[in-house]
DNA sequence: ACCATTTGACCGTT
DNA sequence: AACGGTCAAATGGT
């Protein structure tokens, strides 16, 4: 759970901090257009909300006080980093829908100088460093559970239909690999983004069999609500090939939405408590 | 305008 | 240095 927010949050400061970026260079002093920054700004709000769950669920009687406490200052990091990057994007709001270019200079520059402090793990010339890494050698970062299917095309199916799973996926990637004769394709869970969704997978079209897809799939979905229309994955033609159990057996079911759907066994359920300042 | 895909560049690991 | 994974500008579609 909390690794999971730390990768979406990380993953959003990179991309805010690569879109600022972006606009700068491009258009150095340029104004950024409505439609770009109200996408930045939905962005960051989300993230923040999901900081707010995180710390609410944080706030449930904790089995370690030591990792809580760890958690709770992560939590506030996430929080305040939030708060003043909006606050940066809103500054305007008041009188034009612009980014202050001078704002953005400096943010670049010298993002300490203005008190940022939980922007001082950002540098513009690479990106956000996890700020547990620092402090704590344990290297657990591949933790996202791997399951590889194996699928063969229907006589009948086309490829298109052939690859679909019941998700919906942006390819954002493709690759010729060594041996092999047909080129790997990555896809991420569309709603990585705007509901945190981790999700990803390869395709993989087989050299000798020209039929048969290897579909590694990694993550869970945390997209899916189960209003009404939850579409289950076609199994047609699967063979599982390898699984691996979850490592994280007591969230995640319905991702971040843990708190509002699952409440946690020990958690009598409450309406959120107003997030200390 | 908005969105997904394409595709060469880029980057971290080995 | 090479490989595999990811990024992001260009592109094409609606």
């Known amino acids: ?19 600022i970026q972006f606009a700068w260079r491009r258009h150095h002093t340029r104004r950024l257009r409505e439609w770009e920054q109200k996408k930045l700004i939905n962005e960051l709000t989300h993230g923040r909300e999901l900081a707010e769950l995180l710390q609410f669920q944080l706030n449930t009687p904790s089995f370690s006080s030591l990792h809580d406490q760890a958690r709770e200052m992560l939590v ?5 980093s939030y708060e003043k990057v909006l606050h940066m ?12 270019p001078q704002l953005t200079g400096l943010m670049i520059k010298s993002p300490t100088s203005l008190g940022m402090s939980s922007w001082s793990n950002l540098d513009f010339e690479g990106s956000v460093k996890d700020p547990l890494d620092l402090k704590d050698g344990s290297k657990k970062r ?3 559970p791997i399951r590889t299917v194996i699928v063969n095309t229907p006589p009948g199916a086309g490829l298109g239909e052939m690859l679909e799973d019941g998700y919906s ?15 790997r394709s990555y896809y991420k869970c569309t709603h990585r983004y705007d509901k945190g969704c981790l999700a990803t997978k390869q ?8 039929t048969i897809f290897e579909i590694t ?3 869970h979905h945390t997209c899916t609500r189960e209003t009404s229309t ?4 076609k199994q047609h033609n699967i063979y599982q090939k390898q699984q691996q159990p979850e490592p994280s057996p007591l969230n995640l079911k319905k991702g971040l939405d843990i708190v509002t759907q699952e409440p946690l066994p020990s958690l009598s359920f409450r309406p959120p408590s107003p997030p200390p300042r």
């Open 1 to 19: 759970m909390v690794d999971d927010l730390k990768i979406v949050y990380i993953d959003m400061m990179n991309q805010a901090a690569r879109f």
């Open 76 to 80: 506030q990091k996430i929080m305040s």
């Open 89 to 100: 994007l809103n500054f305007n709001n008041s009188s034009s829908s612009t980014l202050d």
């Open 142 to 144: 591949k933790t996202l």
């Open 169 to 183: 996926w942006r390819k954002y990637g493709q690759k010729e690999l060594l041996g092999a004769k047909y080129p």
């Open 203 to 210: 395709v993989q079209r087989s050299d000798e069999d020209p």
């Open 217 to 219: 799939y990694r993550g």
């Open 230 to 233: 939850t579409i289950e994955p």
